[in-house]
T-cell receptor, first 113, second 115 residues
Framework: GNSVTQMEGPVTLSEEAFLTINCTYT??????LFWYVQYPGEGLQLLLK?????DKGSNKGFEATYRKETTSFHLEKGSVQVSDSAVYFC????????????FGEGTQLTVNP | DVKVTQSSRYLVKRTGEKVFLECVQD?????MFWYRQDPGLGLRLIYF???????EKGDIPEGYSVSREKKERFSLILESASTNQTSMYLC??????????????FGPGTRLTVT
């Protein structure tokens, strides 16, 4: 079946630091890949997505590239802000799951001023 | 913008009560989902629905039921609430997969406490 493995947290950075959160997946065929963000006390918001190999999703300064050869979809941001403090979830949807999403465990990010 | 709304942000109920959590989406999505989120356990799918009056069990359906009488509304029912159902409940919706895999859009969540 499908699975998503995320880098374990929590991650603590200083403002303006570079962020990488690793995500690797196992799936049959060509899944779609997503990053979601959850701010404290709120639901999940779609941050970015990629639907085919070599696609780059980007939003709010965050980027992730769909790498079929390494089955990865790492999240990056060049300069984080205090307001980026949240939990980040990697997820996929693919042929064996239809409309269902398979989520990673989530990575808590804290950015200090 | 897609909007998914949930009837309550916070809810406190007593053990044994019947609890209704309501979710409404305004994007004409075919699919709707109910998750619960607990520390250390991530998001777990309770039930989903791919059409009106259709439902499928997710990973943890025990103790829950659902109802979808209209396309835009999906209700989660706790028949007899128990303390181990204290959790954050998240509703989501998406278009149906048909050779493409669509993202899900989430509501703000309902934090349910059962005492």
């Amino acid at each position: 079946g499908n699975s998503v493995t995320q880098m374990e947290g929590p991650v603590t950075l200083s403002e303006e630091a570079f962020l990488t959160i690793n995500c690797t997946y196992t799936a049959t065929g060509y899944p779609s890949l997503f990053w979601y963000v959850q701010y404290p006390g709120e639901g999940l918001q779609l941050l970015l997505k990629a639907t085919k190999a070599d696609d780059k999703g980007s939003n709010k300064g965050f980027e992730a590239t769909y790498r079929k050869e390494t089955t990865s979809f790492h999240l990056e941001k060049g300069s984080v802000q205090v307001s980026d403090s949240a939990v980040y979830f990697c997820a996929l949807s693919g042929w064996t799951s239809g409309s269902r999403l398979t989520f990673g465990e989530g990575t808590q990010l804290t950015v200090n001023p | 913008d897609v909007k998914v709304t949930q009837s309550s942000r916070y809810l406190v109920k007593r053990t044994g009560e019947k609890v209704f959590l309501e979710c409404v989406q305004d994007m004409d999505h075919e699919n709707m989902f109910w998750y619960r989120q607990d520390p250390g356990l991530g998001l777990r799918l309770i039930y989903f629905s791919y059409d009106v009056k259709m439902k499928e069990k997710g990973d943890i359906p025990e103790g829950y039921s659902v109802s979808r009488e209209k396309k835009e509304r999906f209700s989660l029912i706790l028949e007899s609430a128990s303390t181990n159902q204290t959790s954050m409940y998240l509703c989501a919706s998406s278009f149906a997969s048909s050779g493409r895999f669509y993202e899900q859009y989430f509501g703000p969540g309902t934090r349910l406490t059962v005492t």
